[in-house]
């Protein structure tokens, strides 16, 4: 049965590094029929995605973030990473990791599994 | 750059049809995905590519695309559908997802 479990501080200073990982069971990352993304949510907002990545290395980001997000897949320990650098009280929010199917449609496919969400605060 | 716009709030009697619009862009030839959140969990994917109803969802819900306007439609509502519903698009044009603010459905 697939799972995504996200993993992490849950406490962030101003400035620093957030850091959280995805473990993925059930499915390898290395498939080549997923790509595997990050989201987050702030207390009572909405949805936003952070990015995506492939086995291959091809990322995607969201052009608000990118300066500052990093995702990687470590496909030795079947797990995915976020780094999202020099965090502010705005950042902090719910994290998800999620599975996207690759598509063969012009458009990708959306993600069919979530992880249950880590709440990350950054504050000092 | 794609916004999409949802109505903030959406209320409905049991048995009765609901519908929860995003718009206020033209969708290129992009199509539209929606996701239901209840309270403290994961979003769940209801309805992919404007009418695609994925492996365990109800018939009940359904979503179509106008060209301007994407609906997702719940019928015969039931008290569990009570949730946040987001309208999600790829914009090709920047290679980015973009969600919708976000639907709060309340079954009265």
């Known amino acids: 049965q697939l799972q995504l479990q996200e993993s992490g501080p849950g406490l962030v200073k101003p400035s620093e590094t957030l850091s959280l990982t995805c473990t993925v069971s059930?499915?390898?990352?290395?498939?080549?029929?997923?790509?595997w993304g990050w989201f987050r949510q702030p207390p009572g907002k909405g949805l936003e995605w952070i990015g995506t990545?492939?086995?291959?290395?091809?990322?995607y980001y969201n052009p608000s973030l990118q300066a500052r997000v990093t995702v990687s897949l470590d496909t030795s320990m079947n797990q995915f990473s976020l780094k999202l650098t020099s965090v502010a009280a705005a950042d902090t929010a719910v994290y998800y990791c999620?599975?996207?199917?690759?598509?063969?449609?012009?458009?990708?496919?959306?993600?069919?599994?979530w992880g249950q969400g880590i709440l990350v605060a950054v504050s000092s | 750059s794609y916004v999409l716009t949802q109505p903030p709030s959406v209320s409905v009697t049991p048995g009765k049809t609901a519908g929860i619009t995003c718009g206020g862009v033209?969708?290129?030839?992009?199509?539209v995905n929606w996701y239901q959140q209840r309270p403290g969990q994961a979003p769940l994917l209801v309805i992919s590519?404007?009418?695609d109803r994925p492996s365990g969802i109800p018939e009940r819900f359904s979503g179509s695309n106008s060209g301007n306007t994407a609906t997702l439609t719940i019928s015969r509502v039931e008290a569990g559908d009570e949730a946040d519903y987001y309208c999600?698009?790829?914009?090709?044009?920047?290679?980015?997802?973009?969600f919708g603010g976000g639907t709060k459905l309340t079954v009265l």
């Open positions: 999620a599975r996207q199917p690759s598509s063969p449609r012009p458009q990708p496919a959306p993600f069919d599994y």
């Open positions: 059930g499915v390898s990352i290395s498939s080549s029929y997923y790509w």
């Open positions: 990545s492939y086995y291959t290395g091809s990322t």
């Open positions: 033209h969708f290129r030839s992009e199509s």
């Open positions: 590519y404007d009418t």
């Open positions: 999600q698009v790829w914009d090709s044009s920047s290679n980015h997802w973009v």
